[in-house]
């Protein structure tokens, strides 16, 4: 997998020098740092200088690993949100092999966003935060949230096309459009949460109700 670094992360066999080994270490440092302190208080209330001293660097070392403040919200969710769409595809392998028709290919790529909904309940106001500042930075970090992205909507493409294969979804719609979609419904009833003064906790059920309009219509076998 490909760190935050845009390192790829040391495989079997493979040594890193002695440069590399330190620079990995220094930004787990400064990640796990900046994670302690988003637990104990508010990612406004964080300063650099906090980081620094936690991790056990200069603050003027921190500023080599990022490139301002935001960009430890990056570091510390890109970090919790690659781990979850690991465990989200993992679950997805499991499960696929037995799937057979349209209505279990929905409910697999709806599962997909409920995970993703329950992992934003844990803290929304950080989880929104990261997802506006991913689509704002330039940096590599900034990047990432955008490769994310991209996962969920390749691993729900690949679901979509399974089902046209399988002749149990519709084949002459688009799954690459289709997943991108489902992807923007995400995003977009996280951003109308605060907006529209709804609790965090309805999220799963707002988006899984946008995506049930979206995907069910693509259904061939709605009565098997």
């Known amino acids: 997998m490909k760190s935050q670094l845009g390192y790829r992360e ?10 590399d080994r ?25 300063t650099t200088k906090e980081v620094a001293e936690l991790a056990g660097v200069g603050e003027a ?12 919200l990056l570091l510390v969710l890109g ?29 697999r790529v709806k599962r997909i966003y409920e995970a993703r909904a329950e ?11 990261y997802l506006e500042y991913g689509f704002k930075a330039g940096s590599q970090l900034g990047a990432e949230s955008i490769i ?7 691993l729900t493409e690949s679901i979509l096309r399974r089902g046209q294969e399988l002749k149990v979804l519709m084949p002459d719609v688009d799954a690459r459009t289709v997943a991108q979609n489902c992807n923007s419904i995400y995003i977009h ?4 949460t605060s907006v529209r003064n709804f609790t965090p906790e309805t999220l799963s059920s707002r988006v899984a109700s946008r995506l049930s309009a979206q995907l069910v219509p693509l259904v061939l076998d709605r009565r098997s």
């Open 10 to 19: 040391p495989q079997p066999g493979n040594r890193l020098g002695l440069r």
């Open 22 to 46: 330190t620079r990995l270490q220094r930004f787990a440092d400064i990640r796990s740092a900046a994670e302690r302190l988003l637990r104990e208080k508010s990612f406004d209330d964080i």
């Open 61 to 72: 070392t921190l500023f080599r690993y990022i490139s301002n403040k935001r960009e430890l």
């Open 79 to 107: 970090h919790q949100v690659d781990s979850l769409i690991d465990r989200i595809m993992a679950s997805d392998a499991v499960s696929a092999p037995g799937d057979q028709t349209g209505a279990g290919h929905i409910g």
């Open 119 to 129: 992992f934003y309940v844990t803290d929304p106001e950080t989880v929104t935060s």
């Open 148 to 154: 994310q992205g991209d996962r969920i909507i390749g």
């Open 189 to 192: 009833e996280i951003f109308r």
